[in-house]
């Protein structure tokens, strides 16, 4: 076939398993989709395939993952076994094979892909990439010569660094006798054959290494910080147990408990731990992302020896090996560390932490690959960091990843062409090493590098959901990049449309999703002229869809409540896969909405056969389900959308609700603000997740920690629009009423930055039952005597029901009125679902009502209200409460 400019060209750096794995899939789903694509191998090794993992020489190196799982294709599980049968019959599933049989087999398998493609092609490069740069909408590569390489997609597929070895000394490390990296080629040579030898790390490294150094009358030491040597596999391996269901979101204590007891039950079930530790395998990832930042460390600190010891365990073959040698005591391990060594002429003098003196002729590194990207010396990795194309994954492990490994980037705010793969994703993912994760890996990253290149590539550029765009691809990339966000609930999607629209100016779609924003969120500083110039944009170019949209739009922005409501409706029936409009017809932390409750949960429970799995969708439903009570489903809902886009801001809300709604007031605060530290500054609504912490801390009666979140959070030029009166001066006015917060409210600047035409005349019944609150918090009866007489000749019922009485309320609270203050907020508690919001939001109301019944002496129905809310949802604040007022009832008594 002829090769032109409308192929793929992607490059896939590192030719290891990683790197080969991700090749032969890219050339495979090249094929199936036909598309026609050139595919570099960059890597300066001379064969792909091997690298370090399996490049060993010794025969007695063995997989330590029996062969019926090492299959280079998840969808056929047993494609090694029978390449290896082939070669060697009488080979069964269980066996535990040599490796370098694997990486032959990886070789052929990337030679006998490519050579079958009639679609792509493979470039094998042996070099080494030292830089990256961004280049128009792709990237280039910057090699060892100078030259660069230009792609549209690059996959990092780096492997392990080279281990850490600041332990060793700067003497040690420049002597002849230390082997910083054991895996490096002719790394053993200088070895001395008749010399002891000290190998400092005591995991699979130093497992292989004893098998290749073991002499007759040589000792070998090992040595590590816990001792601890991998487990054993079982000759006859016992199939997985079932996943338990396990929740990290109780935090680190909770987790270990609850492993321990399945480790237990998996013991008693079928003789043996194993099958339990391996029935963990799937859950590991979920779980992980669900501990809190805090707990991440303690666990790298405290458990993970513990944990890699019985999840990564040894051939039964090597293990047998390494018996033996410790039985015979020719291999001597032990806790300690090395306090200092002195190399002579024909030795190392080494002093242990434990006392001991040894003298060795050789000093070997085992102490496993460095996983803190910040410290290794790699050109490309630092390339990468400095210039923000990349940054350091959570706990410090690898790179940042989205859920479909793509490189997240210093600040969000471009559209990544970075991918990787394997050990570079343990900090989203914690195991991330072995073949199985990998390959699945490999054909995960292949299938985003190709979906996203494959909306640049056809006579028409499509959205993320498939739906046609009539514009170019350049402009379309930056649209879905913008959706995505939109949809994430992150920032920047604002400025990647803008781009969209400056890249072709008649792109209808792009103007039009600015235009709402602009409406919706105050984005941009004049959506009708946004709107007009994809009315403009259309009329030269658009198709139905499109133009629906823009209609749908216009109603919306410019019509009645109702034609605005049908509209927006009507498009979606026609176009379910319009997930923007979904989101500005469904009232969410997003957008205000068009739909009642029990509408939208249809609405959007109807949409589960569009779009299945999809992470935004299922944290639409999380949400729909936490508001019908059914915190489970919730929960669950919300797991699964986390799990495939971490910073997902709808699953985020849901999980939040579900915390509070359930009263998990510690749980809840310690995931939000691990989420908060790791998510936030790319998130749109952090100040709402804000409150939801302050929310949290409230319930918990911890004044301190409330008025350090608003000062720290809540205060500043990171809260602005609406969300300074919903999120800042809601918490502020809710304090007061709970009495935890005394003295005068820090309001100066926060009523300023609020839109001035929420406190004038709100357009919304949300709005106006904040605005009350805001002007209550400042004292302005005059303001609220306004806001009152705007709500009782506004045609939306819910302001004459309920913004209008609450304004009444409000200025008997400032009056100092508490029975007239009662009686109007007793009837305003049913009523107050018309203006829309949460029930966390709102009971805010119920809160003032608390403290008017309180301030005026009506302890017993206080009390009443109290104990009603403590069965629902148990909080300190309003047990401490109670049990005031049930002292004070006592007194009187």
Same mark, same amino acid.
């Given at each position: ?32 989709? /036909? ?10 090794? @001379? ?38 049968? %082939? ?21 052929? &398998? ?49 492997? *392990?660094?080279? $281990? ?72 006859? $391996? ?155 994954? $959570? ?32 900090? *989203? ?19 985003? &590098? ?15 959901? /498939? ?37 072709? $100016? ?85 957008? *205000? ?55 997902? @801001?709808?699953?985020?809300? %849901? ?87 005394? @003295? ?88 107050? /679902? ?8 709102? @009971? ?50």
């Amino acid at each position: 076939m002829s090769w032109n400019s409308s192929s793929h060209r992607i490059a896939v750096v590192g030719a290891g398993a990683a790197g080969t794995l991700t090749a032969v899939q890219l050339l495979r789903q090249s094929e199936r989709l /036909g598309r026609a694509a050139e595919i570099w191998l960059i890597d300066p090794a @001379g064969q792909p395939g091997p690298g370090v993992a399996y490049g060993t020489s010794d025969p007695r190196h063995l997989l330590n993952v029996a062969a019926g799982r090492m299959s280079a294709f998840p969808d056929d599980p047993e494609h090694f076994l029978r390449w290896f049968a %082939a070669r060697h019959p009488g080979a069964g599933p269980g066996d535990y094979l040599p490796r370098q049989e694997y990486g032959r087999y990886l070789t052929e &398998v990337l030679d006998t892909t490519a050579a079958g493609s009639r679609r792509a092609r493979l470039h094998r490069v042996r070099d080494r990439v030292v830089g990256a740069r961004a280049q128009g909408a792709g990237v280039a590569l910057r090699l060892t010569d100078g030259t660069e390489l230009r792609v549209d997609a690059a996959v990092l597929a780096l492997g *392990n660094f080279a $281990p850490g070895q600041d332990w060793a000394g700067t003497e040690l490390r420049e002597s002849r006798r230390f082997v910083a990296d054991p895996w490096e080629p002719g790394a053993l040579d200088d070895v001395p054959e008749d010399a002891d030898v000290l190998l400092v790390g005591t995991g699979l490294t130093m497992a292989d290494l004893a098998v290749s150094l073991a002499r007759p009358g040589r000792v070998l030491h090992a040595v590590s910080r816990n001792g601890l040597v991998p487990r054993d596999h079982l000759t006859e $391996p016992a199939p997985a147990a079932e996943p338990p269901r396990l929740d990290g979101s109780r935090g680190l204590d909770a987790l270990r408990r609850d492993v321990r007891h399945y480790l237990a039950a998996s013991r008693r079930a079928c003789g043996d731990w194993r099958p339990g530790m391996d029935g963990l395998r799937p859950l590991t990832a979920a779980l992980w992302q669900q501990l809190s930042t805090a707990d991440r460390s303690r666990f790298l600190r405290e458990d993970l020896r513990l944990w890699e010891v019985h999840r990564h365990r040894m051939a039964p073959g090597t293990a047998a090996m390494v018996r033996a040698l410790r039985d015979s005591g020719r291999l001597r391990v032990a806790c300690a560390e090395t306090v200092r060594a002195v190399p002579g002429a024909d030795a190392v003098t080494v002093r242990l932490s434990d006392g001991r003196e040894l003298r060795v002729g050789a000093v070997i590194n085992c102490t496993g690959a460095q996983t803190d990207l910040r410290r290794t010396a790699d050109p490309l990795v630092r390339c990468l960091l400095d210039r923000g194309h990349a940054r350091t994954g $959570p706990a410090g492990l690898g790179f940042d990843t989205w859920s479909d490994g793509r490189l997240v980037p210093a600040v969000v705010t471009s559209v990544s062409r970075l991918w990787t793969l394997g050990v570079l994703r343990r900090g *989203n993912l914690l195991e991330s090493t072995a073949i199985p994760e990998i390959r699945a890996q490999a054909a995960e990253v292949a299938g985003s &590098v190709l979906t996203v290149l494959g909306r640049r590539s056809g006579p028409r550029a499509t959205d993320r959901y /498939g739906q046609t765009l009539s514009t170019t691809l350049d402009a379309a990339e930056f649209y879905n990049e913008a959706l995505d966000r939109i949809l994430a609930g992150e920032r920047g999607a604002e400025a990647l449309l803008t781009e969209a629209v400056t890249t072709d $100016p008649d792109f209808a779609a792009g103007h039009a999703a600015l235009a709402l924003l602009g409406h919706e969120c105050g984005a941009v500083p004049d959506p009708a002229a946004a709107l007009e110039a994809a009315r403009r944009a259309a009329a030269r170019r658009a198709n139905d869809r499109e133009r629906s949209l823009i209609a749908a739009l216009d109603a919306r922005l410019n019509g009645t409540e109702e034609a605005g409501r049908t509209a927006l409706l009507r498009h979606i029936a026609d176009h379910p896969r319009e997930a923007l409009v979904v989101s500005a017809a469904v009232p969410t932390i997003s957008f *205000n909405g068009v739909t009642g409750a029990e509408e939208a949960w249809a609405l959007i429970e109807g949409l589960s056969g569009t779009y299945g799995a999809d992470w935004w969708y299922l944290g639409q439903l999380a949400f729909v389900r936490q508001e019908q009570e059914r915190w489970q489903e919730a929960e669950a809902l919300a797991a699964q959308a986390l799990t495939a886009r971490p910073s997902a @801001g709808h699953a985020v809300h %849901a999980r939040s609700h579900v915390f509070y709604e359930t009263g998990e007031h510690r749980a809840g605060l310690a995931w939000l603000d691990d989420w908060i530290r790791r998510y936030g500054a790319d998130s749109s609504h952090c100040a709402h997740f804000s409150w939801h912490a302050a929310l949290h801390e409230l319930m918990l009666d911890d004044r301190r920690a409330v008025r350090r979140r608003f000062h720290r959070e809540l205060a500043g030029s990171g809260v602005s629009g609406g969300r300074v009166l919903v999120d800042s001066v809601s918490m502020l006015w809710r304090a007061r009423m709970t009495g935890s917060w005394s @003295g005068e409210l820090p309001l100066t600047g926060l009523l300023e930055a609020a839109p001035a035409h929420w406190l004038d005349a709100p357009a919304t019944s949300f709005a106006a039952l904040h605005s009350a609150l805001a002007l209550a918090a400042a004292g302005d009866l005059d303001g609220l005597g306004r806001l009152r007489a705007h709500a009782v000749t506004h045609h939306q019922e819910a302001f004459a029901l309920v913004i209008a009485p609450l304004c009444e309320a409000l200025a008997a609270v400032l009056r100092e009125s508490w029975r007239e203050a009662a009686l109007r907020l007793w009837p305003l508690l049913p009523e107050l /679902g018309r203006v829309g919001g949460s029930r966390a939001q709102l @009971g805010v109301v119920e809160e003032t009502l608390l403290h008017a019944l309180i301030a005026g002496g009506e302890h017993d129905r206080a009390a009443d209200l109290l104990a009603a809310r403590l069965d629902r949802r148990p909080a300190p604040l309003d047990r401490r409460r109670l049990t005031a007022l049930s002292d004070l009832r006592a007194a009187r008594v």
